[in-house]
C-alpha cells in the first residue's frame, strides 16, 4: 500500500520566512534581497498607504521611501515571525509624517487600482468603481483596518498591536466598516 504524505504549508507562514530571510540578507549588506521583498508585498504596501494618503503620487513616493528604509533599518528588525507589521509599521509612520507635511486628496487613477489587483484576480472596472465609492464612505480609520485585514493580509491581532488597540476593538471596527460596505454596495 502506498501512501502519501501531504504536508499543509501554509502560504503566510512562507511568506513570513522568505521575508525574514530577506530582511537578514539585507542587514548582512545584500541590498538585492529588496527585490523579492517587493515582490511579495507591493500590492498589500500600496493599498495600505494610499488607504492613509489618499493620492496615488504621494503614495507611490511613500512606498518608495518604505523600501529604502527598510534597506536601511533591516538589521534593527527582531524577528518575531511578522515581518508584515514591521513593514506596515515603516509605511505608516512615513505616510503620517507626509500627511503633517502638507494636505491633499485626488482621486485613485486607472493604474492606481490595478496595482493593488493582479490579473488573475477577477477584478473588473465595474467592481473598482463599486469599491472605491464604498471605500470612500468609511472613515479612515476603518479603511486603513479593511485594507490592512483584506488586501494586507494581517490578522486581526497584529491590526490590533499595530494600532495599539484592543483586539475587540478592532474587530469591532472591522466588523462595522463590513456592513456599510455591504449595506452601500447594496444601494448600488
Same mark, same amino acid.
Given at each position: ?21 530577506? #530582511? *537578514? ?10 527585490? $523579492?521583498?517587493?515582490? %511579495? !508585498? ?56 507626509? #500627511? *503633517? ?10 493604474? $492606481?487600482?490595478?496595482? %493593488? !489587483? ?57 466588523? *462595522? ?12
Amino acid at each position: 500500500m502506498f501512501f502519501m504524505m501531504t504536508l499543509d504549508v501554509d502560504p503566510e507562514q512562507n511568506k513570513n520566512k522568505t521575508l525574514e530571510k530577506n #530582511l *537578514r540578507k539585507i542587514a548582512k549588506g545584500d541590498n538585492n534581497a529588496i527585490g $523579492e521583498i517587493y515582490e %511579495l !508585498t507591493q500590492h498589500a504596501l500600496y493599498g495600505y498607504i494610499l488607504s492613509i494618503l489618499k493620492n496615488p503620487e504621494d503614495a507611490m513616493d511613500v512606498m518608495q521611501d518604505t523600501y529604502i528604509k527598510i534597506c536601511q533599518s533591516a538589521s534593527l528588525y527582531k524577528s518575531q515571525g511578522k515581518p508584515m507589521a514591521w513593514i506596515y509599521t515603516i509605511a505608516r509612520n512615513l505616510s503620517l509624517m507626509k #500627511l *503633517r507635511g502638507q494636505s491633499r486628496f485626488t482621486d485613485m487613477e486607472d493604474f $492606481e487600482w490595478d496595482m %493593488l !489587483t493582479t490579473g488573475d484576480s477577477g477584478f473588473g472596472v465595474e467592481d473598482r468603481i463599486v469599491l472605491e465609492a464604498a471605500l470612500s464612505e468609511l472613515s479612515e480609520e476603518e479603511s486603513q483596518i479593511v485594507m490592512l485585514h483584506a488586501v494586507g493580509g494581517m490578522k486581526h491581532r497584529e491590526i490590533a498591536d499595530m494600532y495599539d488597540m484592543p483586539l475587540a476593538t478592532v474587530l469591532s471596527k472591522y466588523n *462595522r466598516a463590513i456592513k456599510k460596505l455591504q449595506k452601500i454596495i447594496e444601494k448600488g
